[in-house]
């Protein structure tokens, strides 16, 4: 399985933006589905969005919703989260996933088994 690379995260004052890009290296699957999740400290993992270049399913959970915007290069085996309008509680670090099989939709991410993960990347939005 493909391993993950995050990167992108930084520090950045409300109302600013970021993109976080989860590149894909080694043996790539033809069809794909990753999960960007974070964690705030004290706080448990949230799925934050999700994208399958499967069916080319995605998700966004509510608090993110036409803030963020998910993805994916398949030229570059790369996946990419543009973050805008970032909010204090958008800090937390940042990670991507992919699932189990390859190209699951993410209709129901819930039911989604995301098995490699990346290393993350720390996101700040503070002033």
């Known amino acids: 399985q493909a391993q993950l690379v995050e990167s992108g995260g930084g520090l950045v004052q409300p109302g600013g933006s970021l993109r976080l890009s989860c590149a894909q290296q080694?043996?790539?699957?033809?069809?794909?589905?990753i999960g960007w999740f974070r964690q705030a400290p004290g706080k448990e993992r949230e799925a934050v969005s999700c994208?399958?270049?499967?069916?080319?399913?995605?998700y966004y959970a509510d608090s993110v919703k036409g803030r963020f915007t998910i993805s994916g290069d398949n030229a570059r085996n790369t996946v990419y989260l543009q973050m805008t309008s970032l909010k204090p509680e958008d800090t937390g670090v940042y990670y991507c996933?992919?699932?189990?099989?390859?190209?699951?939709?993410?209709?129901?991410?819930?039911?989604?088994?995301?098995?490699?993960w990346g290393q993350g990347t720390q996101v700040t939005v503070s002033s």
């Open positions: 996933a992919s699932s189990i099989p390859p190209g699951s939709s993410c209709i129901d991410v819930n039911g989604v088994d995301f098995g490699s």
């Open positions: 080694g043996f790539v699957q033809a069809y794909y589905t």
């Open positions: 994208f399958s270049s499967s069916d080319g399913s995605t």
